[in-house]
């Protein structure tokens, strides 16, 4: 009869989850499309109101700072007032980098654009938590599929993003991307509309205390190697990306070339996610961790064969479909790593990590890609692929060589 009630709730629980994820897969689409403005404009944003072109690349640092700002507080509100409460909060503030954004550019306020940028990473921030939401209280076969299911959504920002700056750059010309921010701001609030809808009840009491200390959790070596695989695939990523448009721009290449680039990028990004859930499920996630990280470097390695717009094009979709594999990859492991009632604090952590060692990276890139060229972004990419790949391997072994040890002494395997 246990096992009865027990698959009856299953099916329930997935029944909820996945009307989640097609509003959070819809939200992720439309947060997407916000992220896709940012990064398609920030740097020649930067460019043109920043005091000298080594700080061109600083909006962009901005939003990568909002995103590690904004995870530690993400967590909390969604401890304490439920995730719901916080994807409006994040919608919010994406509405508000779309305003200032237009008005930084209308009166030329490099400052201020910077504000825009790191509110937009602050609401960047709360969507990284929607492939988490989707997986809360789904049976643990449908999670890596939810996870991935929401970040499918991501294609839909790939087409939109690009195509919003396309339409839009010129209409109140000569104050280029000025309207790209005012649409912007109109879409984060129709993604509001959207999260406001998901069926994700405030914590039970219960669950605002409890669970196992942060530092116990974070120091075992299956969080390890999750956290630190997501703080490389994501980095290295945004090092590559950030720079790209910059670089298309110093080598002759046009806006367009650009916007196409970033276009197909993010179409990259989130376009495997439709079957990446799948072969997570059938090959394991630290498989498809490391493919995705050789990806990287296969896209670091085809930067620097040339400089056409073809060899940039082909980086950035190479770049895209590595990301997917490795950051997916990497969020399944680290909800192998805690129970129901840590979520929110170990997830939140996870992402601190991540982003945070994206903002710091991202204020050099500008510098990097001034002073020394597109050839050392890419060189950059390297070594960190190389030292994922090392302790990945090394928790994959640890995990079977204890898993064989507890199966000798005829203990039960601990799931955590």
């Known amino acids: 009869m246990l096992d009865v009630t027990t698959a009856a709730d299953e099916i329930a629980d997935d029944a909820r989850a996945r009307a989640n994820v097609v509003r959070l897969a819809a939200a992720q689409a439309l947060t997407g499309a916000n992220s896709a403005v940012i990064f398609a404009t920030g740097s020649i944003v930067g460019a043109t109101l920043a005091p000298n072109m080594s700080l061109a690349t600083v909006p962009l640092s901005m939003y990568v700072l909002g995103l590690a700002a904004g995870t530690l507080p993400t967590g909390a509100i969604s401890r304490r007032f439920g995730r719901r409460v916080a994807f409006i909060v994040g919608t ?92 912007q701001a109109a879409v984060a609030l129709i993604a509001m509309g959207i999260v406001a809808g998901v069926d994700m009840p405030k914590p039970a009491p219960a669950d605002l205390h409890g669970g196992r200390p942060l530092l116990q959790i974070v120091r075992r070596p299956r969080f390890i190697a999750a956290a630190l695989c997501g703080v490389i695939a994501y980095p290295m990523m945004n090092l590559v990306m950030t720079s790209a448009p910059l670089a298309m721009k110093m080598c002759g290449l046009s806006v367009s070339d ?91 952590f996870n992402d601190f990590l991540v982003f945070g060692m994206m903002a710091i990276g991202s204020f050099s890139s500008g510098q990097l890609l001034a002073s020394y060229g597109w050839s050392a972004v890419n060189m950059v990419v390297f070594p960190p692929v190389l030292l994922g790949l090392a302790v990945l391997s090394l928790a994959s072994y640890a995990r079977r060589r204890k898993a064989r040890l507890e199966a000798a002494m005829g203990e039960f395997p601990d799931p955590l």
């Open 92 to 183: 919010a503030c994406g509405a508000l980098t779309g305003l200032l954004g237009c008005w930084a550019i209308l009166h030329t306020s490099f400052a201020l654009f910077c504000l825009a940028t790191f509110l937009g990473g602050l609401y960047g921030s709360v969507a990284q938590s929607y492939r988490f939401a989707a997986a809360d209280g789904a049976s643990a076969a449908y999670r890596p599929k939810a996870v991935s299911w929401v970040m499918a959504g991501g294609v839909f920002a790939g087409v939109l993003g690009p195509q919003l700056v396309q339409w839009t750059m010129d209409i109140w010309s000569p104050f280029l991307f000025a309207f790209s921010f005012v649409v």
């Open 258 to 348: 650009s916007n196409f680039g970033i276009q197909w990028h993010i179409v990259a990004m989130y376009g495997p996610s439709f079957f990446t859930g799948a072969l997570i499920a059938r090959f394991g996630a630290p498989k498809i961790v490391a493919t995705g990280l050789l990806l990287e470097a296969a896209a670091a390695a085809i930067g620097l064969s040339g400089i056409t717009a073809m060899h940039f094009w082909a980086t950035l979709i190479v770049l895209g479909v590595g990301w997917n594999f490795a950051f997916i990859g990497a969020s399944a492991l680290v909800l192998e790593t805690h129970r129901p009632n840590e979520r929110n604090k170990v997830q939140a």
